[in-house]
Structure formats: C-alpha cells, structure tokens
C-alpha cells in the first residue's frame, strides 16, 4: 500500500522558476526521502531528511519536514530542462524498507 | 563504483508464459529488494533480503512470483504464470548501513509487457 501522497499530481512550470512539491503520510517515520525518476530510467535518490531533521539542503533543493503534520516538501530553485523527471517521496520506518508515494510528475518549459 | 544491474532491459511474453529477471546489486551491499512499479505509480517493495535470507515477502503474490538470492549476491525474480495485471517495471535495488540509516541504489528496471 502507498504511504504518501504527493501533491500536485502533475507541475508544468517555466525554467528558471521554482517547483515546490509536497508530501503527505500516515505513519511515524525514521526518515524520508526524496527520489527522481526519469522516463524510462531507474530511481536515483537526492536527498534524506531524519525525522528529528526539520530542514535539510543539497545544491539547488531545499527539502522541510513537519512530522507533527506528517508532511514534507521538496523546493527546486532555478529549475532546468533537466529537471523534468517524476519525483517520489518514500517513507523509512527504521525497518530499511521505503514506501513510495504516487509520485509528482514535473515538466520544466523552455 | 559500478551500479546495480539489471536483465533484460525490456520483456515482452503472452499471458499464462513465464519470465525471469536477473538482478546484481553493487559489490558489498547486503541487502536488496525487488520493487514492482505500475505505470502512474510509485513502486511497490515485493520482497526485501538481507544476505541470502528473506526479511520480507509480505507482498509478494507467492501463487505466481518468487524469488531468491544466490549466495547472497545475485537475485532472481520469476514470475510464472504471467497475468496481464503483471505487466510493469521491476526496480532491484541495493543498499547498505551508512550512519545507521540505508540509502538505496536502484537499477535501471526491466519493463515487462505481458501481452
């Protein structure tokens, strides 16, 4: 079963601009990461945030975790064509297991 | 450090017909998973080892899929008898303790299409 939604389903925006995602889950965590996934490739991961972390950066994304609101999001600045990709927030327990939300597809405009 | 890999890429077979995908996770991981994605979906973990033993295969439908892991490196999926339902991209991935917390390599998947 899916542990997170991620919202918005689908971002279309223009490059340069920023792409913020937001992930919602159901159940107490270890940690939470985020995942790229281009089309018709395998999953790399970006960035893990622990649960007593509330913020966390790496290059140009910028990653917030509320775990009184079971939420996170995942901020992009200065988008590029490159960054066109599904992203998935997965859910770690402590269990060394992830449950993958459905995934925010985003498409960067030129 | 090389990647995990994946075989085949690609797998076309009729329904009822039975597959095998082969997966080697990168050099001193113990453990690795098999994920099952749906197209529009996030994966889903099908079975997890560590070494050569099984963690978890709670969502793994043992009618038809199973899986091992030879001598703790490699891994095969099998799945027989194929059902159109099973037609999706199967992630192995790899991982192993850093920090006490275990960041996952993925491969690039086999795309099953079961016709």
């Known amino acids: 079963s899916q542990q997170g939604e991620e919202d918005p389903q689908a971002l279309s925006i223009q490059e340069g601009e920023n792409a913020t995602m937001n992930c919602s889950y159901k159940t107490s965590i270890n940690n939470l990461q985020w995942y790229r996934q281009n089309s018709g490739r395998g999953l790399v991961h970006l960035i893990l945030i622990r649960s007593n972390e509330r913020e966390k950066h790496s290059g140009r994304l910028r990653v917030t975790l509320d775990t009184s609101k079971k939420s996170s999001s995942l901020l992009i600045t200065a988008s590029r064509a490159a960054d066109t990709a599904s992203y998935f927030c997965a859910t770690d327990n402590g269990s060394q297991k992830l449950v993958f939300g459905q995934g925010t597809r985003l498409t960067i405009n030129p | 450090e090389a990647g995990v890999a994946q075989s085949p890429r690609y797998k076309i077979i009729e329904k009822r017909q039975s597959v095998a995908f082969w997966c080697n996770p990168i050099s001193g991981h113990a453990t690795l998973y098999w994920y099952q994605q749906i197209l529009g979906q996030g994966p889903k973990l099908l079975i997890q080892?560590?070494?050569?033993?099984?963690?978890?295969d709670s969502q793994l439908p043992k009618d038809r899929f199973s899986a091992e892991r030879l001598k703790g490196v490699d891994s095969t999926l099998k799945i027989q008898p194929a059902k159109l339902e099973d037609s999706a991209v199967y992630l192995c991935?790899?991982?192993?303790?850093?920090?006490?917390?275990?960041?996952?390599?993925f491969g690039p998947g086999t795309r099953l299409t079961v016709t």
């Open positions: 080892f560590q070494n050569n033993g099984v963690v978890d």
């Open positions: 991935a790899s991982s192993f303790p850093q920090g006490g917390l275990y960041e996952q390599y």
